[in-house]
């Protein structure tokens, strides 16, 4: 008999329409490897509907606050139904951009100078020499997210919004000029490199995450082997350090302006890679000889509770 596969997907949080797309994607992929699935658009209610439903496994596809921040994943875990992806206390770790810096760097991996200001403080002056990025703590998708460039001579106006919505603790950090790489970890092997070229955007936005076009994956990342090497070294040691379980994904930047000796810096990982249409972590598996359903099928056999 097949597995009863619940797909979580939805919820409340900015995320939800990539989460959708991710649910549904997902959905259908689990469909076509034979799983019984039923897909679940998750209200306030869900434990309930879970308590109910009683599927053998649960895909989380959900984004942001609720879905990786280790809220979900104590419901699943109270419920005692085996769920993908990492556990309570990584998920909260990793959603955290500031604690997640504070142990990759405690395991050597390399990250950007920062420091954690209030918004008033931030809009009032230059909180670091330019060029700087200014981040919300504990958002995914690139929301909230501020450059501030050479010949910028005030701080981000909108960080004066009445409407400003991602938090009044911000991180302020170092921009790190050149290339836009990410590593996807599976299980235990760092997959292939991968490099991001943004087309037509300033840097990796949501629409050049999320929009056909909007970005073109490179993989394996044309760099030279030691610093792929490099990467890959970095993302499992961070992905091992915060606890991460299944599949997850690191993001980097590196400067090339030195070559092989040029500076490769750690920014967050990702403890529920997008499973989107245009996502990365599915193009990545491909460039190995997984299929879609192939990979969502090894991280269905990967659940569990207590992760």
Known sequence: MPKHVAVLMGGWSSERPVSLSSGNACAAALE?????????????DVGQVLGQLRPDVVFNALHGPFGEDGTIQGILEYLEIPYTHSGV??????????????????????VAEAKVLERRVIAE???????????????G??????????????????????????????????????????CAVMGDVALPVCEIATEGHAFYDYDSKYLPGGSVHKIPAPLPPSIARKV?????????AVGCR?????????????????????????????????????????????????LLTWMVEDASCRR
Not at 125 to 139: D, F, L, R, S, T
Not at 232 to 240: E, M, T
């Open 32 to 44: 076509s490897a034979g799983f019984t699935v039923t897909k679940i658009d998750v209200d306030r």
């Open 89 to 110: 206390l990584a998920s909260a770790l990793a959603m955290n951009k500031v604690k997640a810096k504070t142990v990759a760097k405690a395991a050597g991996v390399p």
């Open 125 to 139: 002056k230059h909180a670091m020499p330019v060029p700087y990025v200014v981040k919300p703590i504990a958002e």
């Open 141 to 182: 998708s690139s929301f909230g997210v501020l450059i501030v460039r050479e010949d910028q001579a005030h701080p981000p106006q909108q960080l004066h919004a009445a409407d400003w919505t991602f938090g009044e603790m911000l991180l302020v950090e170092r921009f790190i000029p050149g290339r836009e790489l990410t």
């Open 232 to 240: 890959q070294d970095y993302a499992l040691a961070a992905h091992r």
């Open 246 to 294: 299944g599949v997850s994904r690191s993001d980097f930047r590196y400067d090339d302006r030195g070559g092989e000796n040029g500076e490769v810096i750690w920014l967050e990982i990702n403890t529920q890679p997008g499973m989107t249409p245009t996502s990365l972590v599915p193009d990545i598996a491909r460039a190995v000889g997984h299929s879609f359903p192939e």
